[in-house]
């Protein structure tokens, strides 16, 4: 019996392990044939794709950041990252906070307002949003996108802060009230302190949407001087069509993914314990 049970075990986790190995081997796979071409000429691509290069050389990434202007699209993308991912958490901390501890009327149907947002499809607001940025002379603008990716990430990161919120004793804030502090103070001296794991956690999770994000940037800039990473590797994959370079192609992907597995593993325990620390308190 203890044999079999013991067959059985092995058999279970193996059912489970090998179809997450392939499945890992699948997603890497093409991350890691994309780094080995970026060090690769136009020649070696084609001579052979799936080896090594014969030198690892720079060739391609210089070209990326002085022929095609990768340089100005970081910058740019660095901008609505950072600038949308702290401009969210001006708005939604405040607000979440106001919707779990405050209960003023209305509260509850504001905030099934916002969680009804988050089922809306956003390409149902980007034609308005179109002309809306037009009007206010916001369009083809980092600074109208910031804003855009700000609002657009309002709903979930409300959503995740006041369930964090919901499980911080009253007590703490009573005994804030006692010793003086007004409502802004415990806010920030008490809330956001308290929070922290969850505002890290939606922080991450935010700016890797905005410094991936590619639809929005599309539609709302046009000026090649304006264009985040997205849209720069985008044209540099239309040129690589006519001008052969995919070794430049493969060291701009390159260029746009390191910051975020970086990002991804030097928070990954963090994003993990926080998202289930939300699960478990929401």
């Known amino acids: 019996m203890r044999q079999k049970k013991?067959?059985?075990?092995?058999?279970?986790?193996?059912?489970?392990?090998?179809?997450?190995?392939?499945?890992?081997?699948?997603?890497?796979?093409?991350?890691?044939?994309?780094?080995?071409?970026?060090?690769?000429?136009?020649?070696?691509?084609y001579a052979n794709p799936w080896g090594m290069p014969d030198q690892f050389n720079m060739d391609n990434f210089v070209s990326a950041w002085t022929d095609f202007n990768i340089d100005t699209s970081v910058f740019n993308s660095l901008i609505v990252t950072v600038l949308g991912a702290i401009l969210t958490l001006v708005l939604a901390i405040p607000t979440a906070?106001?919707?779990?501890?405050?209960?003023?009327?209305?509260?509850?149907?504001?905030f099934t307002v916002y969680i009804s947002a988050m089922m809306i499809p956003m390409v149902l607001g980007w034609i308005p949003l179109f002309f809306l940025l037009q009007r206010f002379n916001l369009l083809d603008n980092i600074y109208g996108l910031t804003m855009v990716y700000a609002v657009s990430q309002l709903p979930f990161t409300i959503f995740v802060l006041t369930s964090f919120m919901s499980t911080i004793p009253k007590s703490l804030e009573?005994?804030?009230?006692?010793?003086?502090?007004?409502?802004?103070?415990?806010?920030?001296?008490?809330?956001?302190?308290?929070?922290?794991?969850?505002?890290?956690?939606?922080?991450?999770?935010?700016?890797?949407?905005?410094?991936?994000?590619?639809?929005?940037?599309?539609?709302?800039?046009?000026?090649?001087?304006?264009?985040?990473?997205?849209l720069a590797i985008d044209?540099?994959?239309?040129?690589?069509?006519?001008?052969?370079?995919?070794?430049?192609?493969?060291?701009?992907?390159?260029?746009?993914?390191?910051?975020?597995?970086?990002?991804?593993?030097?928070?990954?325990?963090?994003i993990a314990k926080g998202m289930t620390e939300g699960a478990i308190k929401g």
């Not at 009230?177 to 935010?206: E, R």
């Not at 994000?213 to 264009?227: T, V």
């Open 235 to 270: 044209y540099i994959s239309n040129e690589a069509q006519y001008t052969n370079a995919w070794g430049t192609l493969f060291a701009s992907l390159t260029i746009a993914i390191i910051p975020v597995i970086i990002l991804y593993a030097i928070f990954q325990q963090r």
């Open 97 to 110: 906070y106001a919707i779990e501890r405050l209960r003023f009327r209305g509260s509850h149907i504001l």
């Open 6 to 45: 013991s067959v059985g075990q092995l058999l279970g986790r193996a059912g489970i392990r090998i179809p997450l190995i392939l499945w890992s081997i699948a997603v890497l796979y093409p991350i890691i044939w994309m780094f080995i071409g970026s060090f690769k000429s136009n020649g070696e691509i």
């Open 174 to 230: 009573e005994s804030a009230s006692m010793d003086g502090l007004s409502p802004y103070g415990v806010l920030l001296k008490i809330i956001t302190p308290l929070s922290m794991s969850g505002i890290i956690t939606v922080t991450i999770m935010n700016a890797i949407q905005f410094w991936n994000e590619y639809f929005m940037a599309l539609i709302f800039l046009q000026s090649e001087g304006n264009y985040t990473l997205a």
